[in-house]
């Protein structure tokens, strides 16, 4: 994943409605969701969401396809797990990270 890739991607879940409909999506899984239940669950008006699906899939964190008349919106699992992968790249040194008992110790 490109640095660049990366900033864009982190902007975009730096913002809490954007980052709560992501988890939202996560949590779906592969089934995704539409934007009106989305909207509903989150508690988000429709135009508000529009604005953040929007900027959710310009960073490629999610995609979205029409089914009919809906459009389905799923998390990006490719490009979440690459944006995870470049924030753990360098972890403890390239060695397997500390168990979590030990994770306050790790200075890493």
Avoid at 10 to 34: H, W, Y
Avoid at 62 to 78: C, K, T, V
């Amino acid at each position: 994943m490109q640095e660049t890739d990366v900033v864009r991607a982190l902007a975009a879940l730096a913002q809490e409605v954007r980052l709560r409909v992501f988890r939202a999506l996560v949590v779906a899984g592969p089934a995704g969701l539409t934007p009106s239940d989305l909207a509903a669950q989150l508690e988000v008006a429709p135009n508000t969401l529009s604005f953040h699906l929007k900027e959710l899939s310009h960073a490629g964190l999610i995609s979205q396809e029409r089914q009919g008349r809906n459009l389905i919106y799923r998390a990006a699992f490719d490009t979440m797990n690459a944006l995870l992968a470049y924030l753990t790249e360098n972890c403890c040194e390239g060695q397997g990270c500390a168990p979590a008992d030990a994770a306050a110790s790790c200075h890493c």
